[in-house]
């Protein structure tokens, strides 16, 4: 109560009248009185979406015939006080105007949200191929470092190619070893 009382203290002036309550700069404004009414744009979107693939249908233009032809022949074949729309068929022509008139927004926004998606997934394509190229590249380099380190390394055939050559030197010196010894026996003992 007594906070109560303060703050109404507070907001009267010396001469006792009421003033309006200051802003604060730090919250955000109240919303206002709008003229226009407010919607979701994500709602609208959808349903303008919704209308697009139906008007996209055979099953709309079956439907639009359907009724354009029971209007038709109502105006021309049923009595005379039952008529609403006479020969020209004015009424008819400015029906399919509000019909195209609105169908063409619709349409329209509906592609306009198509277009944003596709933008959407192409930028995500495109930054999914600018990785894999990366990817590529890093995976190709890595490759071209193994061939090169390989190109170092002894391989299983290196060696036993090089350990037959040295099994053929090995047998050609015992071989020539015991042709010498064999000379050195038949000659007799060398001096020293």
Do not use: C
């Given at each position: 109560?007594?906070?109560?009382?303060r703050s109404k203290a507070a907001s009267t002036?010396?001469?006792?009248?009421?003033?309006?309550?200051?802003?604060?700069?730090?919250?955000?404004?109240?919303?206002?009185l709008k003229l226009l009414p407010e919607y979701d744009?994500?709602?609208?979107?959808?349903?303008?979406?919704?209308?697009?693939?139906?008007?996209?249908?055979?099953?709309?233009?079956?439907?639009?015939?359907?009724?354009?032809?029971?209007?038709?022949?109502?105006?021309?074949?049923?009595?005379?006080?039952?008529?609403?729309?006479?020969?020209?068929?004015?009424?008819?022509?400015?029906?399919?105007?509000?019909?195209?008139?609105?169908?063409?927004?619709?349409?329209?926004?509906?592609?306009?949200?198509?277009?944003?998606?596709?933008?959407?997934?192409?930028?995500?394509?495109?930054?999914?191929?600018?990785?894999?190229?990366?990817?590529?590249?890093?995976?190709?380099?890595?490759?071209?470092?193994?061939?090169?380190?390989?190109?170092?390394?002894?391989?299983?055939?290196?060696?036993?190619?090089?350990?037959?050559?040295?099994?053929?030197?090995?047998?050609?010196?015992?071989?020539?070893?015991?042709?010498?010894?064999?000379?050195?026996?038949?000659?007799?003992?060398?001096?020293?």
């Amino acid at each position: 109560m007594a906070g109560e009382e303060r703050s109404k203290a507070a907001s009267t002036g010396a001469s006792g009248l009421m003033r309006p309550p200051r802003t604060r700069l730090d919250q955000p404004k109240a919303p206002g009185l709008k003229l226009l009414p407010e919607y979701d744009p994500e709602a609208f979107g959808r349903f303008s979406e919704r209308i697009a693939r139906f008007l996209g249908t055979g099953r709309f233009i079956v439907w639009m015939t359907l009724i354009i032809i029971v209007w038709v022949a109502w105006n021309v074949w049923a009595p005379k006080e039952l008529r609403w729309d006479e020969y020209p068929f004015i009424f008819l022509t400015l029906m399919l105007s509000l019909q195209a008139s609105y169908a063409a927004p619709l349409i329209l926004l509906a592609q306009n949200r198509q277009d944003d998606r596709d933008r959407v997934t192409h930028e995500q394509d495109r930054k999914q191929n600018e990785r894999s190229i990366a990817d590529t590249e890093y995976l190709s380099r890595e490759i071209a470092a193994l061939r090169m380190g390989l190109g170092e390394v002894a391989t299983r055939d290196w060696i036993r190619s090089e350990l037959q050559d040295l099994v053929r030197d090995m047998e050609e010196r015992r071989v020539v070893r015991t042709s010498e010894s064999d000379e050195g026996d038949r000659r007799g003992p060398t001096r020293p």
